[in-house]
């Protein structure tokens, strides 16, 4: 069959803020670049962030420095992290954040003219750069609108199925079909990047949006490339619980930031009671010294409430289980009684609408429910630090479907610099890679035809089971078995269910035409949505120990032997639903010099 | 628990009609709830547009009871007793069902000239609260249509979109007209090209913002006014003169020291 196709130098699958920052990195290297977007341009989750972009600038404490930085994301990574990402990371997000005002960006400012740095939870100084509370709007309208300014092809509303390699196994395009039509098209590139976001969607109650399917994570998986970490997510501890049909929305770490506490039924402010030891020397131990914090930093220690979120959802969690939770489950958020209405109105916007339109709450006078919610997924594709290149030749990958850079636990605000970081980075490493020539040749015709039979195929048959029943049994059982506890009898089961999804997977029937039915997109999404939790299953089953956002019931201690290496998964590429083989991959090692810098600051 | 009678409309290019769905409604829900409801259930084919379902990504604008509203951010309860209709917005060409075909504003944005700032300082530019914030409320835009969608200088006549930008646009013109580091001059294309003459200040724009952008009264007529000036008025055709050496040394502006 012979489908629409289009070439370029760069390929970039993925249109948040690091497929966009890719974007204008290898445009601006003379290439020529595609971008897909299974939305409409401007859409991506990136838009959903809130707080900010963390970075080094010191522009609130003169003090802070990529050395800081670096130690403060190690440590709230439970030192899992490829230690290089977390470095250039430290080292280039003040330079990423500034050039976002070159091309419109209009941060917050301080009272001489700087952009202004708010804190949030396991940085030690205030270091967000923000908008309000919409940074990721900022930043994806800022990249969005560069990149239109720069002539780049942009094909909206385009599902990518596959990943394709030429004859010699290098990463040589991909598989897609427009929504808006149903009609199949093909992309032959040089360079793949993957910059597809998260995988939260295949959790009950979760932030994601319908976008956060893995598709990236499974294809890569499926490509040759390997995915670490995948038992590392974060359960971010402040998500709404109710009315129920917004349960999981995201209610912003700036309103902690900004001064609001956590309260128990019985109005105590129970985090004091969770400070784990590794925390203890920096935060305050009484309600007093804490509250002298939020205006100096050096008058009293860090609230608790600003721990690394691994440690405030564990809390919230454990306050609920004991009975001591609001009626809906949750805890109180409270900044009402801390801060003045207008002050809250001004630094919280959206909070404030959110909870005024969607659940009738004014947060000026008023506690919000909140709850622990799905949120990031720290593991992803194994990516060089340097190059963002993957295992799979031709294709790299940045942003949340990488990687490394967060470790067990990424700290909040250091998503959205990761993004630009290694957005830009993947640009590079894909430039360089084709200045290298060896490049891919055509496209396995083989595999594209496999790809779109597999995809019609839920069309054909006679009968079969709606993919939206599917979905939701996917999310009961992965929020009920792979949730933020987890303990070996749940995981075992879970293991055996996704085994029956796959089989019910092949067995989905789509009504309806082809043109524009979310039906049949959601029959595309399911294997690389079970294909993922497989990988997250199997990476909890193995690791017998609790670690930033992998906790276990049964192994509630952290052991310092899983602090040596990654589970890495890989397939021989075959089908979608192929055996994973999941290995040890050792950590790169630290050098001294970098080693110092987390000791000293123990 | 209640039940609530939805009238979706269904369709494309080619026509459609009403379809009505009797669907479970459950406390404190909005209108996409109940869409996905559909989804799940009837009609797995029915499209629509969604992203974020919190009134940030503005991908679910529909007309709700006819009137353009996010779906997501709706609540049922605050609707009237009776059945629900939802058609998609009616100043786009239909794809599918809900989902409408918003490449003019696609297009639109392709003809905005970019910001352009003098070379950056090294340590960053600097800039001021004071002169930020009006920007920054343009900026809260999230790109949901519904401006457009209402804007009776396209939606009743079609022809129009040859030659007129439309609100959503118009702050854009306006955040860049506006920008502290800017030294882009938009002013002709603005009046000549954009449209911006066609629009007589009838505020339906602004009624429907769900980010409560004042459209109106903080965009359009300042751009309004800044235009015309320009162009009619021989004091501000030197002022522009002298505006735009001004303009030119926004570079020592920028790295002026802080006060």
Known sequence: MTYEHHDYDVLIIGAGGAGLRAAIEAKQRGLSVGILTKSLLGKAHTVMAEGGMAAAMGNVYPEDNWMVHFRDTMRGGKYLNNYRMAELHAKESPARVLELEQWGALFDRTKDGKILQRDFGGHRYARLAHVGDRTGLELIRTLQQKVVSMGTDVFMEVKVLRLVHDADGRVAGCVAYRRQTGEFITFGAKAVILATGGAGKSWKFTSNSWEGTGDGHAMALWAGANLIDMECIQFHPTGMVWPLSVRGLLVTEGVRGDGGVLRNSEGKRFMFDYVAPMFRAETAESEEEADKWYYDHTAGRRPPELLPRDEVARAINAEVKAGRGTPHGGVYL??????????????????????????????????MEIGPTCHYIMGGVQVEADTAATAARGLFAAGEVAGGMHGANRLGGNSLSDLVVFGKRAGEGAAQYIAAGDVAGPMNAHQVEAAVAEALAPFDREAGENPYDIQRDLQEMMQANVGIIRTQSELEDAAIQLDAFTERVKNIKVKGPRAYNPGWNLATDLPAMITVCKAVTIGATLRKESRGGHTREDYPGADPEFAKFNFAHSTDGGNWDSDIVTKESALLAMPEELKVLLEEAK | ???????????????????????????????????????????????????????????????????????????????????????????????????????????????????????????????????????????????????????????????????????????????????????????????????????????????????????????????????????YDPVAWLGRKIRRRTKRSADDAAVQPAP
């Open chain 1, 334 to 367: 409270d900044i009402a009684t801390r801060r003045p209405a207008e002050f809250i109105r001004r630094r919280l916007p959206s909070m404030y609408h959110q909870f005024m339109e969607l659940a009738g709450v004014d947060i000026t006078t008023e506690a």
């Open chain 2, 1 to 231: 628990m209640a039940e609530v009678t939805m009238r979706v409309w269904r369709g494309d290019a080619n026509g459609g009609d009403f379809e009505s769905y009797s669907v479970t409604q459950n406390e404190g829900e909005v209108v996409l709830d109940v869409i996905h409801r559909i989804q799940a259930t009837d009609a797995p084919d029915l499209a629509c547009r969604w992203n974020c379902k919190a009134g940030k990504c503005g991908s679910c604008a529909a007309e709700i009871n006819g009137k353009p509203q996010l779906m997501c951010m709706t609540r049922m309860d605050t609707l009237p007793e009776g059945p629900v209709t939802v058609t998609p917005m009616k100043t786009f060409p239909i794809i599918r069902d809900l989902v409408t075909d918003v490449s003019f504003n696609f297009a639109q944005a392709e003809k905005v000239p970019a910001l352009l700032p003098p070379p950056m300082p090294e340590d960053g530019y600097r800039m001021y609260q004071e002169d930020v914030t009006r920007g920054q409320e343009f900026r809260k835009c999230i790109e949901c249509f519904m401006c457009q969608d209402v804007c009776h200088v396209i939606r009743d006549h079609e022809g129009n979109k040859q030659h007129y930008a439309g609100p959503r646009f118009f702050i854009r013109y306006a955040e860049l007209e506006m920008h502290p580091l800017d030294t882009n001059d938009r002013r002709d294309l603005i009046r000549e090209e954009m449209g911006l003459g066609y629009c007589n200040i009838t505020k339906c724009c602004t009624e429907v913002c769900p980010e409560h952008i004042k459209i109106t009264d903080n965009a359009i007529i300042p751009l309004k006014e800044r235009v015309v000036d320009a162009h």
